[in-house]
């Protein structure tokens, strides 16, 4: 009992500290309690005093002012308890950190637990497995059902099942996991996409080396036509040269002969002077062959080199 009425000093200590306008009060999620917890018939006594603006529970008084609620604070153990009442209406203060020294003064007389917020205004923040952030209307309230409601979000009494720290652990697992699977799944995602330009650039690499291929292969037949093309010139000019030069020759053996028979040049000077016709001519004729010979055998040359190029390429691809 003595214990219950210095919190409720504790309580109004608060309520009387100077205030000025403010329009906002918000308490971090960090600061929220979360785990199981089984309220004493002294906490929920102090809990509907705290609700009801201290008019109803077993330390229910007739208040002088309008007491709105703004938060409150309890170790796990419960042997710490702090709260905060505003008899300003919307008119309140939270500049000086009330929620801090609460959880500070909290702690020492819990004999070092560390304090959270169980309620913040009207609503329940305290997470058990069960309590969905439940909020307490002033029709409910009034009524007398703040107890119920305890009961109801498995913080008072037995009749509603007790959840354990293992399932808000769970849970936490659960997001872990489902955080775990999303990162998994944008990596692959990632992979793929990453594989996906990988064989576009191999593609379009493969697709420029054949063009290349196919580019150098055009010049190199062009460049093979064009040599057979002056080869082939080349044998016709030194074709018509042997000819021509086969033409002179026969004439020359008719001039000699003609000579012969008219009896301008003996048998023996005829003989001599053909003989010297025929082998100039023979020189003439092996040292065109010579060079047409030549000419082919470089141009020979030129299209075996183009073709082991070719068959080289071929195993290299």
């Known amino acids: 009992m003595k214990k219950a009425i210095a919190i409720i000093i504790f309580g109004l200590i608060l309520v009387n500290i100077s205030t000025t306008a403010f329009a906002a009060f918000t308490v ?16 929920a006594d ?39 009442m505003d008899p300003h209406g919307g008119n309140y203060d939270m500049s000086p950190n009330y929620v801090g020294k609460a959880r500070m003064k909290c702690k020492k007389k819990s004999g070092g637990q560390e ?15 069960i309590n969905n ?18 009961k109801e979000t498995g913080f008072y009494g037995g009749s509603i099942a007790q959840t354990t720290i293992s399932t808000i652990e769970d849970e936490d ?11 998994v799944k944008k990596a692959e995602e990632k992979k793929l996409r990453e594989k996906k330009i990988a064989e576009e650039k191999r593609l379009k690499a493969t697709k420029k080396a054949e063009k290349e291929k196919l580019r150098k292969e055009k010049k190199a037949k062009k460049k ?29 053996l008719r001039e000699v002969n003609e000579l012969y028979q008219a009896g301008a040049l003996t048998e023996e000077e005829y003989k001599e002077a053909k003989e010297q016709i025929i082998n100039q001519w023979s020189i003439e ?29 071929k195993e290299t691809w």
């Open 46 to 84: 102090i809990l509907e005093y705290y609700f009801s603006g201290g008019k109803k529970g077993r330390y229910a008084k007739k208040q002088k002012n309008i007491l709105k609620p703004m938060f409150f604070v309890m170790s796990p153990n419960q042997r710490g308890i702090g709260y905060y």
């Open 115 to 129: 304090c959270f917020v169980f309620a913040k205004g009207y609503t329940i923040v305290w997470q058990n497995g």
């Open 285 to 313: 004729l092996n040292s065109l062959l010579l060079n047409q010979c030549i000419a082919n055998l470089r141009l020979l040359e030129d299209i075996i080199g183009i073709i082991l190029m070719e068959e080289k390429k």
């Open 224 to 252: 093979r036509l064009k040599e057979e093309k002056q080869a082939a010139a080349k044998a016709a000019k030194d074709k018509t040269k042997a000819d021509s030069k086969e033409t002179s020759i026969a004439k020359q």
């Open 173 to 183: 697992k659960k997001k872990a996991e489902k955080k775990r699977l999303k990162a």
């Open 133 to 150: 952030r439940r909020k307490l209307t002033k029709k409910e309230i009034n009524a007398g059902k703040t107890l119920q409601i305890l």
């Open 28 to 43: 971090p999620k960090s600061l929220w309690g979360k785990g199981s917890l089984k309220l004493t018939k002294r906490t």
